[in-house]
């Protein structure tokens, strides 16, 4: 294997070299981003023509055939808001005339004609997933239930039924009587009050609860009556108490009743619990008995498999139905009620946004648009000037008014609609001028003219006065003004007729006067009017735009002679707001009211504004007329729509007339100016009757004339001339302008005539054949000659005529002819860059021609039944291409200066493309679509990476997308021409972007492709890619078309490749484990190794060697980091082994090498976990050479390929790659997904297995609390929460889109995450659908294990199931219970764990034992669930573990579960979980049940096993309940520990769990040391095992130069302690040197710098006999770091290593057993007395309250009678090490006189008259040394004191002691460099000047005095002479060192000390009675500065001894 392997790395031509070359180009990219290889399409026609009886007979043939009924043509009538069509009458007059147009026959014929369709049947299907046609039985959500949003526990009902002895009332519990030091419980203070609750469980087992109070919440404690042996009376302790007395180890309880009466009912009832407890042991007893006496039953064969066989006999019902499923049942039940992925995917948009401007399915037809309609009802003007004219003599109206409405748009400065001329004049006053004006030129016949063809049936006299109007404004704003003007009849100048209206009074004369002066100057100037007043108002409210629908105008103000125009009014508008402005103005007194409204619908009997009649339209009418007014166009493109009803209307405004200069006319001052429209020049021509007239005259009017200003010879005019104009119109029409003066003077007699002409003008209305519409200057003439028109030079050109083609030519088509024409005009050379532009622009409206074109013609020539490439020109398909190559530099080119042009034209070059492949040729436009895709290459800005992922995602959302990707395995027509299966390497073709399938498969080859590459680019691009890739596929999953059995199976199968993709990202995937989860809890498991393993991935085995490659192809390199969470453990499998091997970098063990120096492709380096490389960046990348095979040809194409980048992708982005991973994953059909699985090598499979375990963890449910703080909290960073993506928002469905910088994206393509439900429901809805989303993806990933494990048995229980799938797959499983999943999964979880234990029982039974003990510890956590079904489960599922391991064992027993189960308790109470204990009991009573109903289990010993495991959990539990106690107690916590630890001592691994978790506490608080201890205890414990088993030569002694304790705890291991034995324990020496290592870690954490090297001459030898210098080489530079450091802290002294108190506990109430004991505490770096103190105060005052506890402050010996017994008493006192001479002589530096201590000593003063302190004669010293029964440190922070002695100092020995210690605390001072000169001074002052201090001199005079020393031993006087000698001569040296130490200032000071130092050398030399000035000792002192100098070089030795 490994030889094939090899020369397949040097790359040996052969077939798999030939295939390799060929896909090369498509399968591999090399670290350079190269651009995708572009593949050319099949001949998709062809294709479909020869394969065409293979997909017809194929079983999904709709999803491989194109519809037939596709497209089809429709003919809609047209429809009229008008009663009868506004063209007709006009094309028929048309018709007649001869001439007519082409164009103008054409248009007229687009307002009639009807409208024609393209129907596309499945259009609905086009757009994206969320215009999809909504599924019927779509997803309704469910409430999934989980443990995480549960507050209260689910009580099952049943269980708590029983018929057993239960009573409930409160007792008082007392403190407990202490039995076991174990278990020792500092007690409470009193008796406290509680709620007990016996009850019996499930199994037969009687608990005693106690509650808090009746409400039972969570039980204080939890007796559980197995452990009692019997129930006392005990009156001591009161009156009405008793006491539970315990068996063994537990402590008894003290309980009181309330009443004698409750007092015995209590007794009664728990006697009578023990009694039924005897009675069950005598059966018990009685019938094991008979079960020895029956014969053993024949030994059963070992299964391997089924070991849940028999269950059908159990007769338990639960178990009975588990012994019918099957692995097919079970997976069947999986497929129940599943939800569709992206209907429950809470990140993208589930509803359409209401702003989506998405193509509607059903597509309108033009409709005239309208903006915001408003009804304008004018109801009265009134001025103050009022006389009383009519009969009834009430005040009236004195003349009539011509009043006109209009709108004007003041920020834009334009008037916004046509005028509205109505009347609301009193009908007394309102015909005075028709009556009395007298016939001028204005005068026409009234009578006969006929009303205009549509409104003919209409009376005459209803049309009017029209008084309302309809206003649409499309735009509104505050700055649209409503301006009403006011004319009257012509009477002079404006200032004089409106003063009577200014000086107006309630005198009715003034008004009949002016009444008879309007009659008179109507009988001359009737036909005449004059500008009055006007009057506005804004018709919006500022800031909100509503309408303001108060009917007032504020004031009517003058008009102004020289201010008429509109733009004068405009200004004057402008400054509307400003009242200083306006204030100027004269203001006439009057009110002018009008009824504003908004409507909707149009009222009966409404006109269009060319007098046309709209439906409804009664006749005769029922209401008055409304008028429709025209709002004019604003000049922005938006405001712009087609035109689709037929109005011809033009509008003149004569502006000013200059005629100030002219000299012909003497009078020429009033001048009116007279309009009309004449169509010749003759003399005699009649002008057209086409002017709209003013209310009171006829519809339709000859002339129109503009009011007349006074005496102004520069008239202006703000007159609107509406006129209808003829249809057909030639040259000789023009409009003439009449000018007229007129004689105002009343006093001149009419006959001179009042109308006298003053000039002519004429404008022709076409100029170059089109409508002259601009403003215009014209020439006034005197005169009117015949033929005027020709006598102005018109220069008229030549115009347009129109041609319709002639009949030969043949018929030519719109598309053809665009198509011919386009790319021509839009080449850069013959265009200028304005059309291009307008171009790009409009492009759309271009390509759907073209496309409307091509369907109608394929359709009505019926072409379309035709083959597609017959049905277009090959010319027309040239053009295409040519047009393409045309557009394409435009886009590439101006996207930046051109960003939404650019935009639109992608855009619309997408959607005709599209449509381009329901017409033509698909592998043509394939063909297109691929030249198009050749622009763009990676890298490219991202505005580019927008317009190709737009352009994919249009392309792809065609309707029979999934046809065109012919989604069918191509292998299939092949195979099926050659009758064979098809081989792997086809299939590979299939599973991986092989040219093969992206040919076959194209669109989605090609999509992959694009997405494949983006992932290398920036996030946001890539996020775009990913949406474009998840949109698509969530279409295809939403399509009601694709429901049917089978189909989304096939569209999976063309997305096979994604899986591949994705496995190569997997590095950049985010493994988003929740840091807390519960796996961590079991970190001892994830360092046991399997003995069996032939290596390990250590972290050392760094060799990154990277081989010189021979092919450049390949000079990138890879390096290979596997994704395990637990270090890499492999069987001896050689395949396997060989594998790894080559990961980790090491040759294998029998000497093959695995990696070739001149390999074709680089050799892979491993590095594990926990190392990163230092020279580059860990990729994980499986390479095609370190795959194998089992096929026998060697491995060419990979499911996965290289990919490049290595940085990891965002949250939003992982979540969008697994849903589409998941989406083919659920959707694949199984036999796919299998031959996938086939195909991918190890690492491949490991790497998908991965990616599910990933999807688990990112689509973890939260919990609804977390999910609605995380939308409130959302716009911040997203959470490092557990993945938790900012949530849409979802209920009211209102997606914001988050656009991208060129704003590309259409906008479902991404969801702004910060737009967040406010509101509850919202939250909810979240919730709702993260928690289904959780189910699904768990129930996907079920599916893929459960077919896994049923397909692959023989790979997985390959090396007894040790091997990375195996644990990968068992890793998953685990994960289910550690996300914490719903009820509705969980049932699916356990059902699958039940499948596997049936079929895999090996795995967990044999071997190694993790994955059992890992299963134990979730099983067992399940069962505190909260969650009552999830209980039971779980219970059931531990119960058939146990029967499965007995079963295993051939009935022998069930030790490796029993172990486990223990192992896993202890790990959860180390972690202190909290094991609710009533739910937990409830548990342990229901797998006893299942043992006792288990009918096939009756007469086996499994029942009592079972029995006996239950047991010992509710041991363990007992510990709990104190280690929760004491969990704020450090101290006691960890004493608790170690006793358990300790308990376990014959169990290695359970005392492993307990001293991990003691580390884990330890490093928790920073006591480093404890925690290296608690680790290097486990390693000795290990080897201690290794050594038993004969595995290792040297055990726990060989730690003893470490630590002392260590072979003392470890070497209790004995191999054949009991029936849980050894045998299922895995240590190896790769894990002792694991841990080993560990330990060096943790010592160099605690400052023990010095051990390492202790620690390494254990390691270095085993590393050595591996040959493994790398980890060597570490080791060594580990050590020599750790020797600098020794020397740094040795010369800083700056490391502590912590300070001893002995602390004393007294008070039994309080500390029972603990009370007299004492402990040295070790506390950290330099606490201080005061600090340990208050810490022990504090903590023992919270646990027994505040007015207990004592602290005694002092050190003397305490007598416990004179203590008060009701109190608590802690002694603390300093202590130092202690060692004896000899000792001390050993450890010579600080470092050894602190580490491995255990005696330490303080001093207590005393003298013998009972005094502290006395004369230095009479001054005694206590010594008091103890010893502890360990040396510090240790794996606790307390020992105990196991001995101690006193030792009393007599005064001569207290004085040799004190100057001993002088002696050397100056020395410490002085002989250490660099000297520190305060201390130095302090110590010398203290020693020399004997003023401070008489120390040393009161010394020498109490016992050197020649008179006095005869009284103490002459040993002790000589000793005491030697010291002080040395004491003078230490004082010197110092004096040195000071003199040279000192600043300029202390000279004297330096003087001073000299001299005290001479007059003590002076009195001590008169005491010793010899000269001790040291001048005389010159010698001495050369000796002692050798001292000095070894001082100063850093080796200090002490002289003295303690």
Same mark, same amino acid.
């Given at each position: ?1068 995937l985010e493994l988003v484990h929740d840091s807390t989860s519960k796996s961590e809890g079991k970190q001892n498991t994830s360092i046991r190794i399997s003995s069996s393993s032939s290596f390990l991935l250590n972290r050392d085995t760094n060799s990154n060697n990277t081989t010189g490659t021979s092919t450049p192809r390949s000079m990138h390199r890879f390096t290979l980091n596997l994704d395990t969470q637990s270090p890499i453990r492999v069987s001896m499998h050689l395949r396997d082994s060989t594998y790894f091997a080559a990961i980790a970098g090491q040759g294998l063990v029998n000497g093959n090498s695995c990696t070739s120096i001149e390999s074709d492709a680089s050799t892979m380096s491993g590095a594990s976990q926990s190392n990163i490389s230092q020279e580059t960046a860990i990729i994980r990348e499986p390479t095609e050479n370190g795959t194998h ?306 009918k096939a289990m009756k007469g086996t010993g499994f029942p009592v096993e079972v029995k006996d495991l239950t047991k010992r959990i509710r041991t363990v539990l007992m510990a709990t309940a104190q280690m929760r106690e004491h969990n704020n107690d450090p101290e006691m916590l960890v004493d608790l520990q170690h006793s358990l630890a300790n308990s376990y001592a014959s169990t290695p691994e359970l005392r492993h769990t307990w001293l991990e978790t003691m580390a884990r506490n330890h490093a928790r608080v920073e006591n480093f040391s404890e925690a290296a201890c608690c680790q290097l205890h486990i390693a000795a414990l290990m080897a201690e095992y290794l050594k038993l088993k004969k595995i290792h030569t040297w055990g726990a002694e060989a730690f003893d130069k470490i630590s002392v304790n260590i072979s003392r705890d470890e070497r209790g291991l004995k191999l054949d302690a009991g029936e849980i034995c050894v045998q299922d324990i895995h240590y190896n020496e790769y894990l002792l040197l694991e841990q080993l290592e560990a330990c060096t870690e943790t010592l160099e954490k605690a400052e023990r710098f010095e051990l390492l090297g202790q620690l390494y001459r254990l390691i270095i030898p085993m590393y050595e006999s591996k040959r493994n210098y790398q980890a060597l080489s570490n080791c060594y530079t580990h050590l020599a770091q750790a020797c600098n ?198 110590? *010398?002052?203290? %020693? @020399? ?5 008489? &120390?040393?001199?009161?010394?020498? !005079? $109490?016992? =050197?005095?020649? +008179? ?59 005491? *010793?009675?010899? %000269? @001790? ?5 010159? &010698?001495?002192?050369?000796?002692? !500065? $050798?001292? =000095?100098?070894? +001082? ?11």
């Amino acid at each position: 294997m490994s030889e094939r392997k090899f020369t397949r790395g040097l790359g040996k031509p052969g077939m798999a070299a030939q295939l390799r070359e060929t896909v090369s180009q498509v399968v591999r990219e090399s670290t350079v981003q190269n651009k995708p290889h572009l593949v050319d399409p099949i001949d998709f026609e062809n294709f479909v023509q020869k394969n065409k009886t293979l997909l017809q007979n194929d079983p999904q043939r709709e999803l491989l055939l194109y519809p037939q009924d596709d497209v089809s043509q429709v003919v809609l009538p047209r429809r009229y808001r008008t009663v009868v069509s506004t063209v007709r009458q006009v094309s028929e007059s048309t018709e007649s005339e001869d001439g007519c147009s082409l164009l103008t026959k054409e248009c007229l014929k687009t307002y009639s004609s009807n409208w024609n369709l393209v129907h596309y049947k499945y259009t609905a299907y086009s757009g994206s997933y969320l215009e999809l046609p909504k599924i019927t039985n779509s997803d309704y959500l469910k409430d999934e239930v989980y443990e995480i949003d549960t507050e209260v526990d689910q009580v099952d009902e049943d269980s708590t039924k029983s018929d057993g002895i239960t009573k409930q009332g409160y007792l008082m519990k007392g403190p407990e009587i202490g039995s076991d030091r174990m278990f020792v419980h500092i007690g409470s203070k009193s008796f406290k009050r509680r709620y007990c609750h016996l009850r019996q469980e499930v199994d037969g087992t009687y608990i005693l609860e106690l509650f808090k109070d009746e409400k039972k919440g969570e039980a204080k404690l939890t007796i559980v009556m197995d452990f009692c042996s019997e129930v006392v009376r005990n009156t001591k302790r009161g009156r009405y108490c008793f006491e539970l007395r315990m068996t063994g180890t537990h402590k008894s309880y003290s309980l009181a009743a309330d009443s004698e009466i409750e007092l015995q009912d209590w007794l009664l009832k728990l006697s009578s619990v023990l009694q039924h407890y005897k009675q069950q042991e005598d059966k018990r007893a009685a019938s094991l008995e008979r079960a020895c006496n029956t014969p053993p039953p024949s030994p059963q064969p070992m299964q391997v498999y089924g070991t849940l066989k028999g269950l059908e006999q159990s007769m338990n019902p639960q178990l009975i139905r588990y012994s019918r499923e099957t692995d097919t049942s079970i997976a069947l039940s999986r497929r129940e009620n599943r939800r569709r992925l992206f209907c429950i995917y809470p990140h993208i948009p589930h509803a359409k946004s209401p702003t989506g401007s998405s193509p509607d399915t059903t597509v309108d037809p033009y409709k005239e648009q309208f903006g915001q309609r408003l009804l304008i009802k004018c109801e009265s003007l009134k001025f103050r000037l009022q006389a009383p004219i009519d009969e009834k003599d009430s005040l009236c109206q004195v003349e009539p008014y011509q009043t006109t409405l209009c709108l004007f748009d003041v920020r834009n400065g334009r008037k916004l609609t046509e005028n509205f001329h109505f009347d609301i004049n009193n009908e007394v006053v309102r015909n005075i001028s028709k009556e009395l004006s007298p016939v001028g030129i204005m005068t026409e016949k009234e009578e006969d003219v006929p009303l205009p063809e549509e409104i003919k049936s209409l009376p005459k006299e209803w049309l009017m006065y029209p008084k309302q109007a309809i206003f649409s404004v499309s735009n509104p704003h505050p700055d649209i003004f409503l301006v009403v003007r006011i004319d009257k009849i012509l009477q002079g100048g404006i200032c004089q007729t409106s003063e009577p209206y200014i000086r107006a009074t309630k005198d009715p004369r003034l008004g009949l006067k002016l009444h008879k002066q309007v009659k008179a100057a109507c009988q001359r100037l009737g036909n005449y009017t004059m500008p009055f007043a006007w009057a506005a108002r804004p018709l919006f409210r500022l800031y909100s735009n509503e309408l303001d629908t108060a009917s007032d105008f504020p004031a009517i103000y003058r008009q102004e002679g020289n201010k008429i125009k509109d733009d004068e009014l405009l200004k004057l508008l402008s400054e509307y707001r400003k009242p200083e402005k306006l204030s100027k103005l004269t203001i006439i007194p009057g009110w002018l009211k009008l009824k504003i409204e908004p409507i909707t619908e149009i009222p009966e009997n409404t006109l269009t504004t060319s007098f046309v009649p709209l439906k409804p339209f009664p006749i005769p009418p029922t209401s008055e007329p409304t008028l429709e007014i025209a709002e004019f166009e604003g000049s922005s493109e938006r405001e712009v729509h087609p035109y689709i009803t037929y109005i011809n209307h033009l509008y003149v405004y004569p502006q000013t007339l200059s005629f100030d200069t002219q000299k012909i006319f003497t009078r020429a001052r009033n001048i009116a100016c007279i309009v009309e429209l004449r169509d010749n020049d003759s003399e005699n021509a009649e002008p057209i009757r086409c002017i709209y007239g003013k209310p009171g005259l006829s519809i339709l009017r000859l002339k129109a004339s503009c009011s007349v200003l006074h005496h102004n010879a520069v008239p202006s005019w703000y007159e609107e001339i509406k006129m209808r104009l003829p249809t057909k119109l030639s040259s000789k029409h023009h409009l003439l302008f009449s000018f007229y003066h007129i004689s105002c003077d009343m006093n001149k007699k009419k006959e001179n005539g009042v109308e006298n002409c003053v000039g002519y003008s004429w404008a022709p209305l076409l100029h170059k054949g089109r409508l002259n519409v601009d403003v215009q200057v014209l020439p006034v003439a005197t005169h009117l000659p015949a033929g005027y028109l020709s006598i102005q030079p018109l220069g008229l050109g030549k115009g347009f005529v129109f041609v319709s083609p002639s009949k030969e030519t043949g018929i030519t088509t719109v598309h053809e002819e665009l198509g011919k024409h386009l790319p021509t005009l839009l080449q850069p050379s013959n265009t200028d860059f304005l059309v291009v532009n307008k171009f790009m622009h409009h492009s759309s409206f271009f390509f759907d021609i073209m496309i409307k074109s091509m369907a109608q013609h394929l359709l009505t020539t019926g072409r379309i039944k035709m083959h597609r490439n017959e049905r277009f020109s090959k010319e027309y398909h040239k053009n295409i291409e040519n047009l393409l190559d045309v557009i394409m530099p435009y886009l590439m080119k101006r996207y930046k200066e051109m960003p939404v042009e650019t935009q639109e034209l992608n855009k619309s070059l997408a959607h005709f493309l599209k449509k381009c492949l329901t017409f033509m040729d698909r592998g043509f436009v394939f063909r297109l679509i691929n030249s198009y895709m050749d622009n763009f290459a990676p890298g490219d800005p991202r505005a580019l990476h927008d317009f190709k992922f737009m352009f994919l995602q249009i392309i792809c959302s065609h309707e029979h997308y999934v046809s065109f990707n012919l989604p069918m395995m191509q292998s299939r027509i092949t195979s099926r021409d050659t009758e064979t299966e098809p081989d792997s390497d086809e299939l590979m073709n299939e599973y991986c972007l092989s040219e093969n399938f992206c040919k076959h498969h194209f669109l989605v080859g090609l999509l992959l492709q694009e997405v494949k590459t983006s992932l290398n680019e920036i996030v946001q691009i890539r996020k775009v890619a990913v949406a474009t890739l998840r949109d698509l596929m969530a279409k295809h999953e939403l399509d009601d078309r694709y429901q049917n059995k089978g189909q989304l199976s096939r569209i999976a199968s063309i997305y096979i490749p994604w899986l591949g993709i994705v496995l190569e990202n997997l590095h950049r995937l985010e493994l988003v484990h929740d840091s807390t989860s519960k796996s961590e809890g079991k970190q001892n498991t994830s360092i046991r190794i399997s003995s069996s393993s032939s290596f390990l991935l250590n972290r050392d085995t760094n060799s990154n060697n990277t081989t010189g490659t021979s092919t450049p192809r390949s000079m990138h390199r890879f390096t290979l980091n596997l994704d395990t969470q637990s270090p890499i453990r492999v069987s001896m499998h050689l395949r396997d082994s060989t594998y790894f091997a080559a990961i980790a970098g090491q040759g294998l063990v029998n000497g093959n090498s695995c990696t070739s120096i001149e390999s074709d492709a680089s050799t892979m380096s491993g590095a594990s976990q926990s190392n990163i490389s230092q020279e580059t960046a860990i990729i994980r990348e499986p390479t095609e050479n370190g795959t194998h095979e089992h096929k026998g040809h060697s491995r060419s194409l990979s499911v996965t390929q290289t990919s490049s980048r290595c940085d990891k992708l965002q949250s939003a982005e992982v979540k969008d790659l697994l849903l589409c991973f998941l989406f083919v994953v659920k959707h694949l059909g199984d036999h796919q997904i299998i031959a996938w699985w086939q195909q991918c090598s190890d690492i491949e499979l490991l790497s998908f297995f991965t990616v599910i375990e990933m999807s688990l963890y990112q689509f973890k449910y939260v919990g609804k609390r977390q999910i609605a703080s995380n939308s409130t909290s959302a716009g911040g960073k997203p959470r490092t929460v557990k993945a938790m993506t900012l949530p849409a928002r979802m209920a009211p469905p209102d997606f914001s889109s988050e656009t991208s910088g060129t704003g590309t994206l259409q906008t479902h393509n991404t969801v702004a995450r910060e737009n967040l439900a406010e509101n509850e429901s919202g939250k909810l809805h979240q919730a709702l659908l993260e928690a289904n989303m959780a189910t699904e993806v768990g129930l996907i990933a079920l599916d893929c294990l459960g077919l896994y494990c049923i397909h692959f048995k023989d790979a997985l229980v390959t090396g007894d199931g040790y091997n990375p799938v195996m644990r990968k797959i068992f890793d998953i499983y685990l994960s289910f219970l550690q996300v914490g999943q719903s009820e509705t999964l969980l049932r699916h979880v356990f059902a699958g764990f039940r499948a596997f234990l049936n079929n895999y029982s090996v795995t967990l039974f044999q071997g190694n034992a993790v994955l059992c003990g890992r299963l134990c510890y979730e099983l067992l956590r399940c069962c505190n669930s909260k969650l009552s079904s999830i209980r039971q489960e779980s219970c059931a599922l531990l119960y058939l573990l146990m029967r499965s391991n007995f079963e295993f064992t051939s009935r022998k027993g069930l030790t490796r579960v029993h172990l486990q189960v223990i192992i896993s308790v202890s790990q959860m109470l180390g972690n202190v979980i909290g094991l609710n204990n009533s739910r937990f009991q409830e548990s342990l009573s229901l797998i006893n049940s299942y043992a006792s109903s288990d009918k096939a289990m009756k007469g086996t010993g499994f029942p009592v096993e079972v029995k006996d495991l239950t047991k010992r959990i509710r041991t363990v539990l007992m510990a709990t309940a104190q280690m929760r106690e004491h969990n704020n107690d450090p101290e006691m916590l960890v004493d608790l520990q170690h006793s358990l630890a300790n308990s376990y001592a014959s169990t290695p691994e359970l005392r492993h769990t307990w001293l991990e978790t003691m580390a884990r506490n330890h490093a928790r608080v920073e006591n480093f040391s404890e925690a290296a201890c608690c680790q290097l205890h486990i390693a000795a414990l290990m080897a201690e095992y290794l050594k038993l088993k004969k595995i290792h030569t040297w055990g726990a002694e060989a730690f003893d130069k470490i630590s002392v304790n260590i072979s003392r705890d470890e070497r209790g291991l004995k191999l054949d302690a009991g029936e849980i034995c050894v045998q299922d324990i895995h240590y190896n020496e790769y894990l002792l040197l694991e841990q080993l290592e560990a330990c060096t870690e943790t010592l160099e954490k605690a400052e023990r710098f010095e051990l390492l090297g202790q620690l390494y001459r254990l390691i270095i030898p085993m590393y050595e006999s591996k040959r493994n210098y790398q980890a060597l080489s570490n080791c060594y530079t580990h050590l020599a770091q750790a020797c600098n450091k020794v020397v740094e802290v040795t010369k800083s002294g700056k490391r502590l290593l912590g300070r001893f108190y002995r602390v004393a506990f007294f008070g039994s109430a309080y500390f029972e057993d603990e009370s007299g004991q004492e402990y040295i505490y070790k506390e950290p770096k330099v606490t201080s007395l005061s600090e340990i103190s208050e810490r022990l105060n504090r903590l023992y005052s919270e646990k027994f309250g505040h007015d207990v506890v004592k602290m005694i402050m002092d050190s003397v010996p305490v007598n416990n009678s004179e203590l008060d017994p009701k109190m608590a008493y802690i002694q603390v006192t300093h202590v130092i090490p202690y060692f004896e001479k000899l000792e001390l002589e050993i450890r010579v530096t600080e470092f050894e006189q602190n580490h491995d201590v255990c005696c330490f000593m303080f001093e207590t003063p005393f003298t013998r008259e009972g005094k502290p302190r006395g004369n230095p004669e009479d001054q005694w010293k206590r010594r008091t040394i103890l010893t502890t029964q360990y040396s510090f440190p240790y794996v606790k922070k307390r020992i105990a004191v196991c001995q101690k002695r006193v030792v009393e100092l007599s005064p001569i020995e207290v004085a040799l002691d004190e100057m001993r210690q002088r002696v050397a605390e100056l020395e410490d001072v002085a002989l250490i460099a660099p000297a520190d000169a305060k201390k130095l001074q302090l110590r *010398l002052q203290g %020693s @020399v000047c004997v003023t401070v201090n008489a &120390g040393p001199l009161a010394y020498a !005079s $109490a016992f =050197l005095d020649p +008179a006095l020393s005869p009284q103490y031993p002459d040993d002790k006087v000589e000793d005491l002479k030697d010291v002080f000698r040395e004491f003078v001569k230490i004082c010197y040296t110092a004096l040195q060192i000071n003199s040279k130490l000192i600043t300029s200032d202390q000279h004297e000071y330096q003087e001073v000390l000299r001299e005290n130092y001479q007059k003590l050398c002076q009195n001590l030399s008169s005491l *010793l009675g010899e %000269s @001790v000035w040291p001048d005389e000792q010159v &010698g001495s002192f050369k000796r002692n !500065s $050798a001292a =000095l100098f070894s +001082a100063i070089s850093g080796a200090n030795n002490h002289t003295s001894t303690a």
